[in-house]
């Protein structure tokens, strides 16, 4: 059976009286002269409140001047224009937000012009609140996260959400202190404050305010989500009862016609770190799709800002363990006047020292061990003991980067630092007040700055070692200058160094350059060195500076004497002579039997000529005697039917300290008395005296 031909009028008329898109004819006035009453947006709408009207006028949720600015487009083209996206409230249900697709197709009249045009709206609405939710769930992925900092995590997750998902977003983080320190698993007690971290927009001023830290009241959506550990959608109404908790506090909330928030809890490896909360007072409010999101969000926010607060509790260790191995005071030295400045910013291994030497020298020390973190910190507490254990052998400065070169390859063998290609860098340089000579020597580590006492940096090649712990063998170089009195050394790590917009050259000079005013007080110039070289953030920063100071010549006496038996008597008539020219009778009898048991050593057992020094030294007298055997002698306790062999055990006795100093081509043993402390009675000295004579 054959039909008969379709009715185009008919067709019309179906397809406007049953189609679910919306279908508007527009005339060449844009005013409506049909319409599917069927579709979205403008079902229920009384034909009169559309037919002979512009889209302005029945849809004003919508903005008029796109559609007219589109519909003009099109008249004027005659071109057909499809799939538009254009947003606006529903003209029959104005509490909703319409996503549409407008197309709009020109009707073709006997003339050139457009008498009309055809217009096709379809609702995307959810199609479209699906790909929102999945753009801002991009967008977090994206943006937050960027830093291992807290604060900036939680902006750069309000900033993702706001104004795309909320209208405001809040974050808040349990306050336990500056460090993040404490965790907690389970449930969040009622009474624990959180702090406001972040918020958008800046201006928001719903319940509390950036830095604010107190607990939320109980009970609420928001102590419920810290207890269980549950996001939860809330509507916000005047009749809502959890608002009774705070009335004062949460009238913000219907004084800026908030009406549904997400209150997100931010967790990570069952531990609660604080809240998200989203607020809408836009005519759409969240829904349970919107709640997903939301998790998502905070799920990943919680991630990072778990990797932060892990971060700050490592830097914070690591900090401490620092300035707990850095030292203490530094002492009080005739060599040397010292001031530091130590930045631990990046949490990394920097470190100083100064160690008092034998013969009233000095050594000057600046490290910075690779990486950052507890390790790196460890490593840098290994390095310092150890390098001030060699320094306090008395081991020439080679020797001693040499051994110290041996325990950093030992470190990099068990581990200690991370994937890098040496263990640490060092400079060290020893100053000797008597001479005014200076001993410099480095490991990969940036050359000390020198400045003489008028303020002009003195040229020093310093040959530049391997850096600690690289292997290979090659040899340390020291270099040998002498400095005048009042000379600044300025030793330091390359985070001081690391000024914006400077190469290491130039950083070099503008240091030098800043300490030019060496006479100035040390603790002013470094931080004028701080204020000036604007130190990395992200490196440790250290800088020892040292004002050199001279023994005067009366502090010193000097002989040197043959290797013959007879001098020991000679040589105990000019230590007393010379101890009652600095009015230290007291000191001579302890004295004459140290500086005799030394030389007479000396003479038995080395070669050549014998050096008797005497040093008055900051209420400590220093006795040494040098010779040119390089072997070191030892400390033998001598049976009583022994003839000999007591003489070291006599110094240690009668010294406050004494030890072996060794040279290229020579040893000195020296002893060290406090003037100001006790010294032997009659009787241990008698006994003393005995124990020589055998």
Same mark, same amino acid.
């Given at each position: 059976?054959?039909?008969?031909?379709?009715?185009?009028?008919?067709?019309?008329?179906?397809?406007?009286?049953?189609?679910?898109?919306?279908?508007?004819?527009?005339?060449?006035?844009?005013?409506?002269?049909?319409?599917?009453?069927?579709?979205?947006?403008?079902?229920?709408?009384?034909?009169?409140?559309?037919?002979?009207?512009?889209?302005?006028?029945?849809?004003?949720?919508?903005?008029?001047?796109?559609?007219?600015?589109?519909?003009?487009?099109?008249?004027?083209?005659?071109?057909?224009?499809?799939?538009?996206?254009?947003?606006?409230?529903?003209?029959?249900?104005?509490?909703?937000?319409?996503?549409?697709?407008?197309?709009?197709?020109?009707?073709?009249?006997?003339?050139?012009?457009?008498?009309?045009?055809?217009?096709?709206?379809?609702?995307?609405?959810?199609?479209?609140?699906?790909?929102?939710?999945?753009?801002?769930?991009?967008?977090?992925?994206?943006?937050?996260?960027?830093?291992?900092?807290?604060?900036?995590?939680?902006?750069?997750?309000?900033?993702?959400?706001?104004?795309?998902?909320?209208?405001?977003?809040?974050?808040?983080?349990?306050?336990?202190?500056?460090?993040?320190?404490?965790?907690?698993?389970?449930?969040?007690?009622?009474?624990?404050?959180?702090?406001?971290?972040?918020?958008?927009?800046?201006?928001?001023?719903?319940?509390?305010?950036?830095?604010?830290?107190?607990?939320?009241?109980?009970?609420?959506?928001?102590?419920?989500?810290?207890?269980?550990?549950?996001?939860?959608?809330?509507?916000?109404?005047?009749?809502?009862?959890?608002?009774?908790?705070?009335?004062?506090?949460?009238?913000?909330?219907?004084?800026?016609?908030?009406?549904?928030?997400?209150?997100?809890?931010?967790?990570?490896?069952?531990?609660?770190?604080?809240?998200?909360?989203?607020?809408?007072?836009?005519?759409?409010?969240?829904?349970?799709?919107?709640?997903?999101?939301?998790?998502?969000?905070?799920?990943?926010?919680?991630?990072?800002?778990?990797?932060?607060?892990?971060?700050?509790?490592?830097?914070?260790?690591?900090?401490?363990?620092?300035?707990?191995?850095?030292?203490?005071?530094?002492?009080?030295?005739?060599?040397?006047?010292?001031?530091?400045?130590?930045?631990?910013?990046?949490?990394?291994?920097?470190?100083?020292?100064?160690?008092?030497?034998?013969?009233?020298?000095?050594?000057?020390?600046?490290?910075?061990?690779?990486?950052?973190?507890?390790? *790196?910190?460890?490593?840098?507490?290994?390095?310092?003991?150890?390098?001030?254990?060699?320094?306090?052998?008395?081991?020439?400065?080679?020797?001693?980067?040499?051994?110290?070169?041996?325990?950093?390859?030992?470190?990099?063998?068990?581990?200690?630092?991370?994937?890098?290609?040496?263990?640490?860098?060092?400079?060290?340089?020893?100053?000797?007040?008597?001479?005014?000579?200076?001993?410099?020597?480095?490991?990969?580590?940036?050359?000390?700055?020198?400045?003489?006492?008028?303020?002009?940096?003195?040229?020093?090649?310093?040959?530049?070692?391997?850096?600690?712990?690289?292997?290979?063998?090659?040899?340390?170089?020291?270099?040998?200058?002498?400095?005048?009195?009042?000379?600044?050394?300025?030793?330091?790590?390359?985070?001081?160094l690391a000024a914006a917009g400077e190469d290491g050259a130039a950083a070099r000079l503008h240091l030098e350059h800043v300490l030019a005013p060496a006479g100035r007080?040390?603790?002013?110039?470094?931080?004028?060195?701080?204020?000036?070289?604007?130190?990395?953030?992200?490196?440790?920063?250290?800088?020892?500076?040292?004002?050199?100071?001279?023994?005067?010549?009366?502090?010193?006496?000097?002989?040197?004497?043959?290797?013959?038996?007879?001098?020991?008597?000679?040589?105990?008539?000019?230590?007393?002579?010379?101890?009652?020219?600095?009015?230290?009778?007291?000191?001579?009898?302890?004295?004459?039997?140290?500086?005799?048991?030394?030389?007479?050593? *000396?003479?038995?057992?080395?070669?050549?000529?014998?050096?008797?020094?005497?040093?008055?030294?900051?209420?400590?007298?220093?006795?040494?005697?040098?010779?040119?055997?390089?072997?070191?002698?030892?400390?033998?306790?001598?049976?009583?039917?022994?003839?000999?062999?007591?003489?070291?055990?006599?110094?240690?006795?009668?010294?406050?300290?004494?030890?072996?100093?060794?040279?290229?081509?020579?040893?000195?043993?020296?002893?060290?008395?406090?003037?100001?402390?006790?010294?032997?009675?009659?009787?241990?000295?008698?006994?003393? *005296?005995?124990?020589?004579?055998?």
């Amino acid at each position: 059976m054959t039909g008969g031909p379709v009715d185009d009028a008919a067709v019309l008329s179906a397809l406007f009286a049953d189609s679910p898109q919306g279908l508007f004819v527009f005339d060449a006035e844009q005013k409506v002269t049909r319409y599917n009453p069927a579709g979205r947006g403008v079902r229920n709408l009384p034909a009169e409140e559309v037919v002979g009207r512009g889209v302005e006028e029945f849809a004003p949720g919508f903005e008029g001047g796109e559609l007219r600015a589109l519909i003009d487009e099109v008249l004027a083209s005659g071109e057909p224009l499809r799939s538009r996206l254009v947003r606006g409230r529903s003209p029959s249900e104005p509490h909703r937000t319409l996503a549409v697709e407008v197309s709009l197709f020109p009707l073709r009249g006997p003339g050139d012009g457009v008498p009309g045009l055809v217009g096709v709206v379809e609702d995307v609405t959810e199609r479209q609140a699906a790909a929102d939710r999945l753009a801002v769930l991009s967008a977090v992925h994206a943006t937050v996260g960027s830093t291992l900092e807290a604060r900036t995590t939680a902006d750069e997750l309000v900033r993702a959400l706001v104004p795309g998902f909320a209208d405001v977003a809040c974050v808040d983080l349990l306050d336990d202190g500056p460090d993040g320190a404490v965790r907690r698993t389970g449930p969040v007690p009622s009474a624990v404050p959180l702090r406001r971290v972040s918020s958008a927009p800046a201006d928001a001023r719903l319940s509390r305010k950036d830095g604010d830290s107190r607990p939320f009241p109980f009970p609420t959506p928001f102590t419920q989500a810290l207890n269980d550990g549950q996001a939860r959608l809330v509507p916000v109404s005047a009749d809502e009862s959890w608002l009774a908790a705070d009335p004062d506090g949460f009238a913000p909330l219907l004084a800026e016609h908030v009406h549904s928030m997400i209150v997100a809890p931010l967790t990570a490896r069952d531990s609660v770190l604080g809240l998200l909360t989203l607020y809408r007072d836009r005519p759409d409010p969240f829904e349970e799709a919107d709640l997903d999101v939301a998790r998502q969000a905070a799920t990943t926010a919680a991630a990072h800002l778990d990797n932060a607060n892990s971060y700050c509790r490592e830097h914070t260790v690591a900090a401490a363990l620092q300035r707990r191995l850095q030292p203490g005071v530094t002492p009080r030295l005739s060599a040397v006047e010292t001031a530091h400045v130590y930045l631990p910013e990046g949490a990394g291994g920097g470190w100083f020292d100064v160690v008092p030497l034998s013969g009233t020298r000095v050594a000057l020390v600046v490290g910075d061990v690779a990486g950052h973190g507890i390790e *790196a910190a460890a490593t840098m507490g290994q390095l310092r003991v150890a390098l001030r254990t060699l320094a306090l052998q008395d081991l020439e400065t080679d020797e001693l980067l040499t051994h110290l070169d041996e325990v950093a390859a030992q470190l990099t063998a068990a581990g200690a630092p991370t994937a890098t290609t040496h263990v640490a860098t060092c400079a060290i340089t020893v100053y000797d007040p008597v001479s005014r000579q200076c001993t410099a020597i480095r490991a990969g580590h940036p050359a000390p700055v020198v400045v003489d006492p008028e303020g002009s940096p003195l040229t020093v090649d310093v040959p530049e070692g391997p850096p600690l712990g690289t292997g290979g063998g090659r040899a340390f170089t020291p270099a040998v200058f002498e400095v005048e009195p009042g000379s600044l050394l300025a030793h330091f790590t390359s985070g001081l160094l690391a000024a914006a917009g400077e190469d290491g050259a130039a950083a070099r000079l503008h240091l030098e350059h800043v300490l030019a005013p060496a006479g100035r007080p040390l603790q002013e110039l470094c931080d004028t060195a701080v204020y000036r070289m604007a130190p990395s953030p992200r490196d440790d920063a250290v800088l020892l500076l040292a004002r050199t100071h001279a023994l005067a010549p009366e502090q010193v006496a000097d002989w040197t004497l043959p290797a013959d038996p007879s001098v020991v008597g000679t040589a105990r008539r000019l230590v007393g002579q010379q101890l009652a020219v600095w009015e230290l009778d007291e000191a001579v009898p302890t004295t004459e039997l140290i500086v005799s048991e030394l030389v007479t050593n *000396a003479i038995r057992y080395g070669r050549g000529p014998v050096r008797l020094r005497l040093v008055r030294d900051r209420g400590r007298l220093l006795c040494e005697v040098t010779d040119t055997n390089s072997a070191s002698p030892h400390l033998r306790h001598a049976r009583a039917s022994d003839e000999g062999g007591r003489g070291l055990f006599i110094v240690m006795r009668l010294s406050s300290h004494w030890g072996v100093r060794h040279g290229r081509r020579d040893k000195t043993i020296w002893s060290e008395q406090r003037l100001d402390g006790e010294r032997p009675d009659a009787l241990d000295l008698f006994d003393v *005296a005995d124990l020589a004579d055998e």
